[in-house]
């Protein structure tokens, strides 16, 4: 923490202040007052993260609980994709992804638990993009997508929370108390997800001796109308914290 002690010598009669000034025999008195001046700037740092490419700060899905369709990128696949919920078949000498099963298909990909230290803000990143069946604004309802985040926290039980991610078509009035954030088809983009407000809802003082996981959920609600798409594909998950310094 770097602070800057500045003495401001603040000259009362030019700040509109009248004072009585003793022992000099008038004359333009003052006074020196100590004003403390934060110049700490924030600083954001990867906690954790997961990545197709794995670099120094990067991991591949080791130690992920991945069911159902969930599965993470070969390493032969030069996909940049790294977690999907989806099947990779040959089909006419090429490659095609499909979470056409015929039968009602779900699961929840989770993270290892990360754990989380201090007082600074900490939010989720992560890309993604997908290519459903032929009734895409039906993904309200069916064929749901959604992100969550599971916490542990000493003398307490596992909460979890979940926010739905659904098209730009779909409705996005919360009637049964569902949280939704808008997430585009077919191209890669990038959701950055606030854990404040849970810490806030939770009443958490700081995340100190909190353990996260990271929760992919996929449910396709029922074995109809799952042909024609490809299904859900995520990469570069990143849980990141911000701090003055």
């Known amino acids: 923490m770097n602070k800057t002690i500045a003495r401001n010598l603040l000259a009362l009669a030019g700040f509109g202040f009248l004072a009585a000034c003793g022992g000099g025999g008038g004359g333009g008195g003052g006074t020196e007052e100590e004003v403390v001046v934060d110049d700490r700037v924030p600083v954001t740092r990867k906690v954790r993260s997961w990545s197709s490419f794995p670099t120094n700060d990067a991991s591949p899905l080791n130690n992920w609980t991945l069911p159902g369709l969930w599965n993470e990128k070969d390493e032969a696949e030069s996909t940049d994709s790294m977690l999907r919920f989806t099947i990779r078949k040959w089909v006419e000498k090429k490659v095609v992804y499909s979470y056409n099963t015929e039968t009602k298909e779900g699961g929840t990909a989770a993270s290892p638990q990360v754990p989380l230290s201090g007082a600074g803000t900490h939010k989720v990143s992560f890309r993604c993009h997908y290519s459903l069946n032929s009734v895409d604004v039906m993904s309200y309802s069916h064929d749901q997508r959604s992100f969550g985040v599971e916490i542990t926290r000493p003398g307490h039980t596992v909460t979890k929370r979940w926010i739905q991610l659904i098209n730009q078509e779909t409705r996005s009035d919360p009637t049964d108390g569902r949280r939704f954030v808008r997430c585009e088809k077919d191209d890669w983009h990038t959701h950055a997800i ?51 310094e």
């Not at 449910?219 to 594909?233: L, S």
């Open 194 to 244: 606030d854990l404040e407000a849970v810490r806030s809802e939770l009443m958490l003082p700081t995340w100190d001796e909190i353990g996260i996981r990271i929760l992919f959920k996929f449910d396709t609600k029922d074995d109809e109308n799952n042909d024609g798409g490809a299904g859900w594909f995520v990469d570069n998950i990143e849980i990141l914290k911000t701090e003055l």
